[in-house]
T-cell receptor, first 111, second 112 residues
Framework: GQQVMQIPQYQHVQEGEDFTTYCNSS?????IQWYKQRPGGHPVFLIQ?????EVKKQKRLTFQFGEAKKNSSLHITATQTTDVGTYFC???????????FGGGTRVLVKP | NAGVTQTPKFQVLKTGQSMTLQCAQD?????MSWYRQDPGMGLRLIHY???????DQGEVPNGYNVSRSTTEDFPLRLLSAAPSQTSVYFC???????????FGEGSRLTVL
């Protein structure tokens, strides 16, 4: 079945630094979504990408969908303590209604 | 708006007991789903529904039953709980097709 892998599993970042988390699918995706889950909370939708090579920005967050629609990345600039949490990517396929989540990248920020 | 409401928030069961996790949404969403979250494994789809009367299996359906008699409600039943079902369960809904999933606050289940 479809697998979605995320690396790294953990990311320790100094406040003010940049980092990137990567998402790779074993199959071609029709769309990819990103979610953020704060400690003790529930996943909250950040963004959806659907086009090959698409790049979207939300303030300090930049999301990219690969040309082959099998990978994606999330880049955060000037990390803040409010960025603490786990970031999940989730891939959708053209056929079916299933959204497959990656294992997540847990981000810890050192002030 | 209440969004997606899950009950109970916490539950402790003994092996072999049965229970139902409740999920209700007030956004008139066609699609509803149940995920379980275990450390390091992300969210895994248990069952989903694309409308009243229609359900289908996800990645990890064994040990769980669902039904969808109304658009608003999508309960998850554990018929005979096992320790392997200790997890945090999330219900999520969205409008038809693809798009943003709205999650409930989660139900933490411990099976002893």
């Amino acid at each position: 079945g479809q697998q979605v892998m995320q690396i790294p599993q953990y990311q320790h970042v100094q406040e003010g630094e940049d980092f990137t988390t990567y998402c790779n699918s074993s199959t071609t995706l029709s769309n990819i979504q990103w979610y953020k889950q704060r400690p003790g909370g529930h996943p909250v939708f950040l963004i959806q990408l659907v086009k090959s090579g698409e790049v979207k920005k939300q303030k300090r967050l930049t999301f990219q969908f690969g040309e082959a629609k099998k990978n994606s990345s999330l880049h955060i600039t000037a990390t803040q303590t409010t960025d603490v949490g786990t970031y999940f990517c989730a891939g959708g396929r053209a056929a079916g209604n299933k959204l497959t989540f990656g294992g997540g990248t847990r981000v810890l920020v050192k002030p | 708006n209440a969004g997606v409401t899950q009950t109970p928030k916490f539950q402790v069961l003994k092996t072999g007991q049965s229970m139902t996790l409740q999920c209700a949404q007030d956004m008139n969403h066609e699609y509803m789903s149940w995920y379980r979250q275990d450390p390091g494994m992300g969210l895994r789809l248990i069952h989903y529904s694309v409308g009243a009367g229609i359900t289908d299996q996800g990645e990890v359906p064994n040990g769980y039953n669902v039904s969808r008699s109304t658009t608003e409600d999508f309960p998850l039943r554990l018929l005979s709980a096992a320790p392997s079902q200790t997890s945090v369960y999330f219900c999520a809904s969205r409008t038809g097709g693809t798009g943003e999933l709205f999650f409930g606050e989660g139900s933490r289940l411990t099976v002893l």
